[in-house]
């Protein structure tokens, strides 16, 4: 029974590795008949575990989704990175915090002793960003709706007002419409890149801003991201002037080499060999001016007037603080 016990398990563990098992290979990897390996998926069935044999010339089987979840087999790794996982899950979506821990429970208390060691040695603990804004969290169901809509390959409408800066002069702007390609993480945040339908060119939408309305649209057939890599293209789009509502660009008595070094975030364009073009983003433009002063070289701004405007406020400011109002005799303030 023990030897039949420890055949199943083994098994089990074949069938979450990967999709598809030739018959023929999992008797061979198992060291029995493919008589013996039919009965076991058999018992594997009746335990629950929704196993489909697949057709073919060698004919095989696959682990499927069933109506409930049944018991899993992780190894040593996957234990750990599913540790990691769930103390970290709370961090971006809100509403998770008490299935989180309940999930870790469950995975601690099965754990042999050797790694259930190892594991409660590894306390993760999140802390935001001190210095600026707390990264928004999103709940759950939004997450799924929008997966779904992805894998189904559906137009999303959805509600999505702009950053402060960006406001519309009179009520909301009106419904996005996109095809919606991929979800990502950067930065702590949740993103959908998608093709906008309306300008015709693609978008990186913010998820804890985004407002979906029902029902979905069409079925799309998928475009070609630019560069073909979901990954390249966002870090492309964040390590430029990303989704700042106000962006700009100027021109830095400057190495390209030199800005680039202390700019990850923004657009850098080699003029020459003490010269280069900037462009970069941020929340407001006396903000951007102010991220602008820190490289202590002379500036050229190209545009646009918003930003050169930013500069004469500053210029104004600085100028007023720089005078010393000590020597300055009585009543000057």
């Known amino acids: 029974m023990s030897t039949t016990s420890a055949r199943l398990l083994a098994l089990l563990s074949l069938l979450q590795a990967r999709r598809d098992w030739p018959g023929a290979v999992l008797a061979e990897r198992l060291g029995v008949s493919a008589r013996t390996v039919r009965r076991d998926v058999d018992r594997l069935r009746g335990l629950g575990y929704p196993i489909a044999a697949t057709k073919g010339p060698d004919g095989g089987y696959r682990l499927g989704a069933g109506a409930a979840l049944p018991p899993l087999l992780f190894d040593d790794e996957q234990a750990v990175a599913l540790t990691v996982a769930l103390q970290t899950a709370a961090t971006t979506v809100t509403g998770i915090e008490e299935s989180a821990s309940r999930a870790l429970t469950t995975v601690r208390q099965v754990m042999p002793t050797r790694l259930r060691h190892r594991v409660d040695a590894l306390r993760v603990v999140a802390v935001e960003k001190s210095g600026g804004p707390a990264r928004p969290r999103v709940e759950p169901g939004l997450l799924v709706t929008l997966s779904a809509a992805v894998h189904a390959r559906e137009v999303l409408r959805f509600d999505y007002p702009a950053g402060p800066a960006a406001d519309p002069p009179h009520g909301l702007p009106p419904p996005r419409r996109v095809q919606p390609h991929h979800l990502v993480t950067w930065g702590g945040r949740w993103y959908l890149v998608a093709w906008d339908l309306e300008r015709d060119d693609w978008r990186t939408f913010r998820v804890d801003r985004i407002s979906p309305r029902t029902p979905t649209g069409p079925r799309f057939t998928p475009r070609e991201l630019p560069g073909g890599d979901v990954a390249a293209y966002v870090a492309g789009r964040f390590h430029g002037a990303g989704d700042w509502p106000c962006r700009g660009e100027v021109i830095l008595d400057?190495?390209?080499?030199?800005?680039?070094?202390?700019?990850?975030?923004?657009?850098?364009?080699?003029?020459?060999?003490?010269?280069?073009?900037?462009?970069?983003?941020?929340?407001?433009?006396?903000?951007?001016?102010?991220?602008?002063?820190?490289?202590?070289?002379?500036?050229?701004?190209?545009?646009?007037?918003?930003?050169?405007?930013?500069?004469?406020?500053?210029?104004?400011?600085?100028?007023?603080a720089a005078v010393d109002t000590r020597d300055a005799g009585p009543g000057v303030r």
């Open 254 to 320: 400057l190495p390209a080499r030199t800005v680039s070094t202390w700019t990850p975030d923004g657009v850098v364009e080699e003029l020459g060999p003490d010269r280069c073009r900037l462009m970069l983003g941020a929340w407001s433009w006396p903000g951007l001016a102010a991220l602008l002063g820190r490289y202590d070289a002379d500036i050229e701004v190209v545009g646009p007037p918003e930003l050169r405007d930013a500069f004469a406020r500053l210029a104004r400011r600085y100028a007023a």
